[in-house]
């Protein structure tokens, strides 16, 4: 089992900034993913950004519409995920949710989710 605890959020202006960090405590070991998804009222959940804890700076993933905005990054002695968020844009309110995922038996397990709001 694999738990996952998230912390930033919030609220922010357009054009602003915020920080999404998220820890993993339990039975981590292997190739695994770390990242973050999102799911705005209405929409169905998706893909922000993943990291694997390999080598190669962990081969980041970013979804089309956060590249050169946000940044994932990952401290595989901690287990921990950040996603700094630059330049939000009102289409990035949704709840974001912490994913972590096993490579080889592909079990998965997600945070609680944490609310993020774009607006003037």
């Known amino acids: 089992q694999v738990q996952l605890v998230e912390s930033g959020g919030g609220l922010v202006q357009p054009g602003g900034s915020l920080r999404l960090s998220c820890a993993a405590s339990?039975?981590?070991?292997?190739?695994?993913?770390m990242g973050w998804y999102r799911q705005a009222p209405g929409k169905q959940r998706e893909l922000v950004a993943v990291?694997?804890?390999?080598?190669?700076?962990?081969?980041?993933n970013y979804a089309p519409f956060v590249k050169g905005r946000f940044t994932i990054s990952r401290d595989n002695a901690k287990n921990t995920v950040t996603l700094q968020m630059n330049n939000l844009k009102p289409e990035d309110t949704a709840v974001y949710y912490c994913?972590?995922?096993?490579?080889?038996?592909?079990?998965?397990?997600w945070g609680q989710g944490t609310q993020v709001t774009v607006s003037s």
């Open positions: 990291i694997t804890n390999g080598g190669n700076g962990g081969n980041p």
């Open positions: 339990g039975i981590i070991f292997g190739i695994n993913t």
């Open positions: 994913n972590y995922k096993e490579y080889y038996t592909l079990n998965e397990y």
